[in-house]
């Protein structure tokens, strides 16, 4: 009785492995969506690694439902468009993209089915050789328990990473207001648009940047930072989520430009919001949306024009014809270290 519930032929017998298999990838995908819920890559907290570019070629993106699983949905669309746009090898700077390490999360992104014809080959079964296999599996297993016992980081450790990272936000803010600032004696510069990395889209982060490059320079320090609190700027961000934006104006250039004004107009080209505002400083985002083909990364060329565009309808940037040194914008194209 028990030998024909599988048929004659064994197709339900075949069915059932079939659905078994499909019920313990949806399970890995689960488990990778949990993690990717406090994390923003698989591979490395600190960016995108050729481990999640693996992970996302294995992984079917019908196979992810942005409903039940919208975290990992995130992942994939994001890291399916770097990958499209710069290649596995190279970032968007042109550096080579680190390796990555696997996360820990109880089981593959994409389980392969077992290939069958192993079972039809009895023979091997006799063979010695076959005695190392559970060594193998062994060497694995302990992996796994090694990377299983990983701890997450403790409240000082966290504290620590915020640290750093204040650290780095503010370097990187404070150089690029000193190049700011030397532009501004070259050209007479009164505004200025540009895109920052270590803010990596959060918008308290980005805020701090601007801050940091408006900090009034110290000429006695071995390295000098900010000086261009007396520039106009907008500042763009990408990050995982979407794209932040922080517009400046000094107060003495508030009768030629709102900076709200400025930040929305700009904002509402890519159906973002204004988050935060006053008078001199306001913030924005833009979410990523996958279904829309908004990204980050794709939206901020687009934005910066926009926001250069805007000046120029004020009479805040030259046109090209103009023969007045009075007024000029610089973009990321006339600095290349930026």
Known sequence: QE??????SGSSGIAGTSALESLKRMAALQQLNSYLATSSYLGSAAGV?????RQCKEIPLKDVNEQKMPHLYRWHSHVAVLLEKYGAEFDWRGEPVPKGKAPAVGGAAAPKEAAPKKEAAPKKEAAPKKDAAPKKEAKKDAKKDEKADEKPPTPEELE??????LKKVKKEGG???????GAADMGGLQFFCTSVDMP??????LLLCMEAMNEKSDPTEEERKGGSGHIGKMIFSAGVEGLAVVAYVPEEKLKELSCKEWLTTVLTSQGGEVKSESKTVCGGFVKQDADKNVFALKIREPMILEANNFLRKKGLFPEDNSDDDDECVFGDDDFPSM
């Open 3 to 8: 030998g024909s519930s599988f048929g004659s």
């Open 49 to 53: 690694t050729q481990e999640d570019f």
């Open 160 to 165: 620590k990473m915020k640290k750093d990272k």
């Open 175 to 181: 150089k690029r207001g000193v190049e700011i600032e």
């Open 200 to 205: 990596e889209g959060d918008m308290e982060l």
